[in-house]
């Protein structure tokens, strides 16, 4: 998927590190827009067992990694630090522990190479996965931000300006699919579980309930209760003593979900006027909200702009993209640089 590339000196090449919840990751990216290299080392086997990521365990597991990982990333990119213009880092939001690793690393390196630190916030990170992946793409543009922690839509006005339009009041989108998995003892992450269930079911078996909203933020999601609609199924399933068909049951809540974050985005993008809209963040790995997606857009006719999965779940490609902005804008910090679990989109410091 990487692009081959002759390296020219004027290239800007960013080293980046993500660390923020269970997957450890290095990039190196040049301009913003070829990777050269984007090592993810998963912590998934570790955390199945608890059914969900144990903050504690994956700090540890990121202490252990991560300079194997940066190592790996500057050896694929066949790159020395001489080479290398500036050093990004996630620096929230996300786990605190699991940040610290990253930032802690990134300022030691900053330090003892003599390079500018770039810190990057996770949410814009991952839609600037859309960039790597459609080197033509530029601002502005709508993007559906949908990951474990987060459901955003946000309009990209430029590189550096982002305005949130809706966003979940309860449970993230990817936390509602790991919800229900869970509960239909799939395991974890439950997402990529569901998505191959779903497959095989039927989205119109059960009806689940879509909440849209009708005040100022029309745009808002809310999927907690659909996922309490689901267990609310189960339970009276299992109290008749029905059988349950679980891929039913995964094809019915992913249509529910889909539904309404890709009517929200569509609805987003066409009453602002704008004619691009792009997927960002693990839930956009699902193959029905890319479908979906892809075929209501064209209805519309909309541009859509997706990222390969391994650019939708969490990577370091994708921090070192963003960060390349922030570098022609000179926008650099210092090693003072600390983690932020609850940073905002557009937040600065
Ligand atoms: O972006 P990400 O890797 O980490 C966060 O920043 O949260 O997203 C992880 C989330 C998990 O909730 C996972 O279940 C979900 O993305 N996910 C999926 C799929 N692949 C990952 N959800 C639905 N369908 C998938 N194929
Ligand atoms: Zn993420």
């Known amino acids: 998927m990487y692009k081959n590339m002759e390296v020219n000196l004027k290239d ?12 450890t990751s290095s990039a190196v990216v040049v301009n913003g827009r070829h990777v050269l290299s984007n090592v993810i080392s998963s912590q998934i086997e570790l955390h199945k067992k608890y059914g969900g990521v144990v903050p504690e365990i994956a700090s540890r597991k990121h202490v252990e990694l991560i300079i194997d990982v940066i190592d790996r990333a500057m050896k694929e990119a ?14 929230g939001p996300g786990l605190v522990g699991a940040l610290l690793v990253g930032v802690s690393a990134a300022k030691a390196i900053a330090l003892a190479h003599n390079k500018p630190l770039l810190a990057i916030n996770h949410i814009e990170g991952h839609i600037a996965a859309n960039f790597i992946q459609d080197t033509n793409l ?24 982002f305005q949130v339009l809706g966003q979940t009041r309860d449970d993230a989108a990817g936390e509602a699919f790991d919800k229900v998995a869970r509960a ?34 029309k745009y808002d999601f809310s999927f907690s209760g659909i996922k309490t609609a689901v267990l609310n199924y189960l339970n009276i399933m299992k109290q008749k003593s029905n059988e ?61 702009f997706i990222p390969n999965p391994v650019l939708c779940t969490d990577n370091a490609a994708m921090i070192g993209s963003c960060a390349y902005y922030k570098y022609l804008k000179g926008d650099f910090s210092d090693i003072e640089l600390n983690a932020v679990a609850n940073l905002k989109i557009g937040q600065k410091g």
Not at 79 to 84: H, K, Y
């Open 12 to 23: 800007i090449k960013i080293l980046a590190i993500e660390t923020s919840c269970d997957e």
């Open 78 to 91: 066949q790159t020395e630090f001489i080479g290398i213009d500036a050093i990004a880092v996630t620096y």
């Open 138 to 161: 530029t601002p502005p543009f709508i993007c559906l931000v949908v990951s474990g922690g987060h459901s955003h839509i946000v309009f990209v006005r430029d590189y550096d300006k």
């Open 184 to 217: 239909l003892g799939l395991g974890y992450p439950g997402g990529p579980i569901v998505d191959e269930f779903a497959k095989q079911g039927n989205p119109k078996a059960i009806e689940f309930p879509r909440v849209y909203f009708n005040d100022d933020k």
């Open 244 to 304: 349950i068909k679980v891929e039913d049951v995964c094809a019915s809540f992913q249509k529910a979900v889909v539904d309404v974050l890709v009517n929200n985005l569509i609805a987003c993008a066409v009453s602002n006027g704008v004619d691009k809209i792009a997927l960002a963040g693990g839930v956009a790995a699902n193959s029905f909200l890319r479908d979906i997606l892809s075929r209501e857009a064209m209805k519309h006719n909309l541009n859509v």
